[in-house]
């Protein structure tokens, strides 16, 4: 994971939900769910400096326009971008408490029920 860390200069909360916004039709809600998992992550004071790190270059990547399969590139550029996603939080699950779980789900809730 340490390839994403240097991404997390391009990540901005503003930047995070522009690009949830443009590309949440192809994403899905427990996509979305996922995404809004990483950034309470980011916020949680629980979680270690290093690997608030990685989440924000995790996040810093999806935002990144031109990755290792550039994002507009239909049936697989959000591919890697997903894939970074599920296997950060699945290594992050110890972190992940019940309050960042709803916050996350009202959120990606909103997002995709407006």
């Known amino acids: 994971m340490s390839d994403y860390n240097k991404y997390g200069t391009e990540y901005s ?3 995070l939900w522009k690009t949830i916004k443009k590309w949440g039709s192809k994403l899905g809600e427990e996509v979305i769910y996922n ?6 992550l ?4 629980n979680l270690p400096t290093t690997e ?3 989440v924000l270059g995790v996040l810093g ?6 990755d290792a399969i550039p994002d507009f590139i239909p049936m697989g ?8 996603i599920a296997y950060l939080i699945k290594s992050l699950t110890t ?3 019940p309050d960042i ?3 996350a789900r009202d959120r990606a809730h909103k997002i995709t029920h407006k």
Not at 35 to 40: A, M
């Open 52 to 54: 608030k790190m990685k």
């Open 77 to 84: 550029g959000l591919t890697d971008d997903i894939g970074a």
């Open 101 to 103: 779980k709803k916050l």
């Open 13 to 15: 909360d503003g930047n």
């Open 35 to 40: 995404i809004c998992l990483l950034f309470y």
């Open 61 to 66: 990547y999806l935002i990144l326009p031109l």
């Open 95 to 97: 972190y992940i408490t």
């Open 42 to 45: 980011a916020k949680s004071p």
